[in-house]
């Protein structure tokens, strides 16, 4: 999973045992204090977080494969973007001799949308290929829905016998339809509004209503002053694990691994959440992916194992000394915080994890 993942690219280490919370120094204590003191609700998913008020959210979201992203823009900016777009797509030219804008226009009678069915890439070898991008502008934010779809009634394959046999040559006009009813249920969002009724939050807006398909949230929050040191959210209703985060930073094969590389386990256990949601923690402090050789800190919660649309798989991280949106791998000459400053606030921000009340 990806805690695997991360360890064996950041070259973590861990050393079997639980650990023991690191005795904070007065400067330490002060650092936290600074950092925690003044704290911000967030919505992430169907969930809530605090986060430290310095943070800059970024983010991402999947429903039923449409990927979805937002981008803070005011209407006088989205019309000028869509009349851009729009010239853009009509003066494109496929490398290859395709059509290459085959549909384009409003969404139903939704006010400030546009759509464009293309070939998706100016390179693409199919003729079959479609990608359906939608664009609606609410509440401050153009919101992007995308799709991949295929259209072989069209193309030049469209006699081939592998293609006569597929049971949908055309399944264009079907998932338009699926982007277009999601674009009716989304909405724009501020970072500050937490939503009372049913639905999923993701960076830049809210799509309405109980889960009915899979929910994909990708939430990240970096620290602009401190751009080493960031956390991630992720929630997933499709998706679940075969084996818990202890077992697996716990495991023969694991500790192996970590023999090889120079650091430990600060803690590991299981923890109650507000709500009655448990989750598994481990800290970890061991050497990180910049290009220096430098400590810092890999921790990491993740509960709800087993997925779905009301108990969707959770995994939260906080990294420091690490690569972000914000820094790259060269420019990291140590991390922003200790191991104890990390802990510190840690604790403070993913003990508040709970249920937005009415999300599900």
Not at 90 to 114: C, N, P, W
Not at 153 to 178: C, F, G, Y
Not at 187 to 204: H, L, Y
Not at 251 to 261: C, D, G, N, W
């Amino acid at each position: 999973m990806k805690l695997v993942v991360a360890v064996i690219i950041g070259g973590v280490l861990l050393i079997g045992g639980c650990g023991r919370k690191p005795s904070l120094t007065e400067l330490e204590k002060k650092q936290v204090s600074e950092i925690t003191t003044d704290m911000k609700t967030h919505c992430v998913g169907r969930y809530l977080i605090d986060m430290p008020a310095v943070v800059s959210p970024i983010g991402t979201a999947k429903f039923d494969d449409v990927s979805v992203k937002a981008q803070a823009m005011t209407s006088e900016e989205f019309d000028r973007a869509m009349e851009t777009r729009e010239e853009k797509m009509k003066g494109t030219k496929s490398m290859m001799g395709y059509q290459f804008l085959y549909a384009s226009g409003g969404v139903r009678s939704i006010e400030r949308t546009q759509y464009f069915i293309s070939l998706g890439d100016v390179a693409e070898i199919s003729d079959a290929n479609r990608v359906i991008d939608v664009y609606k502008w609410d509440r401050g934010y153009q919101i992007k829905l995308n799709l991949e779809a295929t259209d072989f009634t069209k193309s030049k394959m469209r006699d081939a016998p592998t293609v006569k046999l597929m049971a949908v040559q055309n399944d264009v006009p079907e998932k338009t339809r699926i982007v277009f009813d999601l674009l009716e249920r989304i909405q724009g969002r501020a970072d500050d509004v937490v939503p009372t009724e049913p639905g999923a939050c993701f960076f830049g807006g809210f799509l309405k209503g109980k889960t009915s398909g899979n929910e994909t949230i990708d939430s990240s929050f970096l620290i602009p002053d401190k751009p080493d040191v960031w956390f991630s959210f992720e929630s997933f209703t499709d998706l679940s694990a075969d084996d818990t985060l202890l077992q697996r930073v716990h495991s023969s094969e694991m500790r192996e691994l970590f023999k090889a590389v120079d650091g430990r386990l600060i803690r590991s256990g299981t923890i109650a959440l507000e709500g009655g949601l448990k989750a598994d923690e481990a800290l970890m402090s061991g050497r990180t992916p910049a290009n220096n050789t430098i400590q810092g800190n890999l921790l990491s919660l993740e509960a709800n194992y087993a997925g779905g649309p009301a108990t969707p798989y959770l995994l939260l991280d906080m990294k420091n000394g690490y690569p972000s949106e914000l820094i790259e791998s060269y420019d990291i000459k140590r991390a922003s915080l200790t191991e104890g400053e990390a802990v510190g606030i840690w604790d403070k921000v993913s003990r508040s994890l709970r249920a937005r009340p009415n999300a599900f």
